[in-house]
């Protein structure tokens, strides 16, 4: 066990570590280590291209690939679980446990495959994802809600969230009083961080975006009284109640700039371009002091995405035939 430990590894306590997964930048996308008595859990993987820093994690804090019990994805979109295959045929003893409804995504993973392509298109699903791989399906656990797991002697409760996505479940960790969130806690760049509080907006990633459902699973989250949220984008915020605040505002406002231009004619583009200033006016309120080009620079690709995922919101079937008649 080397003194030092690499860059992307950051301890936390409680016997938890986040590791940068380096996927589009630096500090933008996690997975997380939790270590308990000898034997440890992932949460989360990154891409295919973050396995190997995964595996260097395990390396430098002395722990064998063996003693990997679980591997855990809070749900399926592949910036996080895009490299479960890869892992899991790394360490023979894990199993993989993940929300029924991501199941049958990671035993057979050529629809999820396909649906991203939709999103992202041919060049950037090889240069970004890589090759995703199937896990056999006896390697595969499917969470209830309500569940507990035991990493050793340490109590891990899964909650389904809807919100972000169907496939979509949070990871309460006792120790730690924490949540791992996934992408139903909002995103939060360390760059916009404000004498470390955290500037949070929602992830609105398509296809199964739904308001409603991820007000409910926020404040199911604060229901516990969590000391502390670990979000995929990125890492730790302890501001909690403020960040919960915040993000209700921030998404209460995504949700009306989605409407208010429902019936642009170039809805993806007017809705990014909507999205930006929204963000980045509400970023600037906040305190970030970074240049307004920069600001606009790193949101760029999020909000397009959260664009994205508004407009498959606004047309779906069931939402349409809900609305009611506006004049
Ligand atoms: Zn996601």
């Given at each position: 066990m080397s003194s030092a430990l690499p860059t992307f590894l950051e301890p936390l306590g409680d016997g938890l570590w986040a590791i940068d997964t380096g996927f589009h930048r630096d500090r933008f996308d996690a997975?997380?280590?939790?270590?308990?008595?000898?034997?440890?859990?992932?949460?989360d993987t990154g891409t295919a291209f973050a396995?190997?820093?995964?595996?260097?994690?395990?390396?430098?804090?002395?722990?064998?690939?063996?003693a990997v019990d679980f591997v855990?994805?809070?749900?399926?979109?592949?910036?996080h679980a895009?490299?479960?295959?890869q892992l899991m045929q790394a360490l023979p003893d894990a199993r993989l446990v993940v929300h029924p409804r991501g199941a049958r995504h990671m035993i057979d993973p050529i629809a999820l495959w396909q649906g991203a392509l939709e999103v992202y298109g041919a060049?950037?699903?090889?240069?970004a994802y890589g090759e995703l791989l199937p896990v056999a399906a006896e390697r595969v656990h499917a969470t209830a809600d309500g569940e507990t797991i035991h990493l050793a002697t340490r109590p891990l409760v899964f909650a389904h969230t809807p919100g972000h996505a169907l496939?979509?479940?949070?990871?309460?960790?006792?120790?730690?009083?924490?949540?791992f969130t996934g992408d139903n806690f909002g995103m939060a760049y360390p760059e916009f961080n404000?004498?470390?509080?955290?500037?949070?907006?929602?992830?609105?990633?398509?296809?199964?975006?739904?308001?409603e459902a991820m007000r409910a699973s926020i404040a199911r989250l604060l229901a516990a009284s969590p000391r502390q949220m670990f979000l995929t984008h990125y890492s730790r915020v302890t501001d909690v109640a403020d960040c919960a605040r915040r993000l209700g505002h921030m998404l209460d406002a995504t949700v009306e700039t989605a409407l208010a231009h429902r019936e642009a004619p170039d809805r993806l583009e007017t809705l990014t371009a909507a999205l930006v200033a929204l963000y980045r006016d509400a970023a600037r309120a906040f305190g970030v002091a970074l240049p307004v080009a920069r600001i606009t620079e790193l949101l760029q690709d999020d909000a397009a995405?959260?664009?994205?995922?508004?407009?498959?919101?606004?047309?779906?079937?069931?939402?349409?035939?809900?609305?009611p008649a506006r004049a």
């Open positions: 997975a997380y280590l939790a270590v308990e008595s000898g034997r440890a859990a992932f949460v396995v190997p820093r995964l595996l260097a994690a395990l390396e430098a804090l002395g722990i064998s690939r063996s855990i994805a809070t749900h399926v979109h592949l910036d895009g490299g479960v295959g060049a950037q699903m090889a240069r496939h979509h479940h949070c990871i309460w960790d006792a120790r730690s009083a924490a949540w404000v004498d470390g509080r955290a500037f949070i907006f929602p992830t609105t990633t398509p296809v199964q975006f739904d308001p995405l959260n664009a994205a995922g508004l407009i498959a919101w606004l047309d779906r079937p069931a939402r349409a035939a809900a609305a």
